[in-house]
T-cell receptor, first 112, second 117 residues
Framework: QKEVEQDPGPLSVPEGAIVSLNCTYSNSAFQYFMWYRQYSRKGPELLMYTYSSGNKEDGRFTAQVDKSSKYISLFIRDSQPSDSATYLC????????????FGTGTKLQVIP | DAGVIQSPRHEVTEMGQEVTLRCKPISGHDYLFWYRQTMMRGLELLIYFNNNVPIDDSGMPEDRFSAKMPNASFSTLKIQPSEPRDSAVYFC???????????????FGDGTRLSIL
């Protein structure tokens, strides 16, 4: 079983929809939770990160962490065609440098 | 500011040939990472360096893979001999040194798309 599980999609939504992307994980030691966005033929770029449980909002994006369920989510409000990309969740332990474990990514397509 | 620069962007070569991938990290970043990305396995960490010293190479799949970082501004990943199953996108990333407990965002290059025939 992988430490981090992510539905590969693809997920197709109409422009303006609310998008929900999710990951589950098995390692309870994970404390940092990140979302990366990867456009086609580009490297991943950090979108958001949260520490431990709770929510974090940045513009149209909201990241949620539920450590009791080992479940993290990324919500995109008012989705735009420019949001079409692959979204990778990532997580690591705390304390000095810790290896980051990535999900396999969910491909999102926002249709105009 | 210039981001992480990788070369070449694409490489097509025949099985058995030596392949060398190159990376220039962001200036001032203390950590450098090499990843491999495939559809089946996603993004896998191969090796990472801290201040030019290899720290963890447990992700390097076989002895055919080697990585070096001769100075703070350059790293190579070498595959010799190459095999078709090595075909993937290889990413280099760098990260600044941060204080204890802080997150360590990684900045990725645009990758090298490697095809071994």
């Amino acid at each position: 079983q992988k430490e981090v599980e992510q539905d590969p999609g693809p997920l197709s939504v109409p422009e303006g929809a609310i998008v929900s992307l999710n990951c589950t994980y098995s390692n309870s030691a994970f404390q940092y939770f990140m979302w990366y966005r990867q456009y086609s033929r580009k490297g991943p770029e950090l979108l958001m990160y949260t520490y431990s449980s709770g929510n974090k909002e940045d513009g149209r994006f909201t990241a949620q962490v539920d450590k009791s369920s080992k479940y993290i989510s990324l919500f995109i409000r008012d989705s735009q065609p420019s949001d079409s990309a692959t979204y990778l969740c990532a997580m690591s332990r705390s304390g000095g440098y810790q290896k980051v474990t990535f999900g396999t990514g969910t491909k999102l397509q926002v249709i105009p | 500011d210039a981001g992480v620069i990788q070369s070449p962007r694409h490489e097509v070569t025949e099985m058995g040939q030596e392949v060398t991938l190159r990376c220039k990290p962001i200036s001032g970043h203390d950590y450098l990472f090499w990843y491999r990305q495939t559809m089946m396995r996603g993004l896998e960490l191969l090796i990472y360096f801290n201040n030019n010293v290899p720290i963890d190479d447990s992700g390097m799949p076989e002895d055919r893979f080697s990585a070096k970082m001769p100075n703070a501004s350059f790293s190579t990943l070498k595959i010799q001999p190459s095999e078709p199953r090595d075909s993937a996108v290889y990413f280099c990333a760098s990260s600044p040194h941060l204080g204890q407990g802080a997150s360590q965002p990684q900045h990725f290059g645009d990758g090298t798309r490697l095809s071994i025939l």
